[in-house]
C-alpha cells in the first residue's frame, strides 16, 4: 500500500510540472468519450429503435453517403501525399 501512495505522489509530482499536458490528454479524452457517446447514440436510435421519421432508408441511405464522403476527403490528400517525395518538396519550396 505505501507503494501505491509513493506512485500516487509521483504522478501528481510529475503532472504539476507539465499543466499543458494534462489539459490537453483531458480534453482529447473528454472529445473521445463524447464523440462515442454521440456515435453510440446515433446508432441505438438508427439501428436498434425506430426513428419518428417517414422514411428511415433515406436518413441511413444520406448517413452513409456522409460517412462515405467524409472518410474519401480524409484518404486522398493522404493518398497523394504518399506519392511525393519529401526531398522534392522541399527542393520546391
Same mark, same amino acid.
Given at each position: 500500500?505505501?507503494?501505491? +501512495? ?5 504522478? &501528481? %509530482? #510529475? !503532472? ?6 494534462? /489539459?490537453? =490528454? ?14 453510440? +447514440? ?5 439501428? &436498434? %429503435? #425506430? !426513428? ?6 433515406? /436518413?441511413? =441511405? ?10 474519401a476527403a480524409g484518404y ?18
Amino acid at each position: 500500500m505505501e507503494h501505491i +501512495s509513493s506512485d500516487l505522489k509521483f504522478v &501528481l %509530482r #510529475s !503532472l504539476s510540472r507539465s499543466p499543458l499536458f494534462v /489539459l490537453v =490528454a483531458v480534453m482529447s479524452l473528454a472529445l473521445g468519450i463524447g464523440a462515442n457517446s454521440a456515435i453510440f +447514440s446515433l446508432l441505438d436510435q438508427v439501428l &436498434l %429503435r #425506430s !426513428l419518428p421519421v417517414q422514411d428511415p432508408s433515406t /436518413l441511413t =441511405a444520406a448517413t452513409l453517403l456522409l460517412a462515405t464522403v467524409a472518410l474519401a476527403a480524409g484518404y486522398i490528400p493522404a493518398l497523394r501525399a504518399t506519392r511525393i517525395d519529401p526531398v522534392d518538396a522541399l527542393r520546391w519550396e
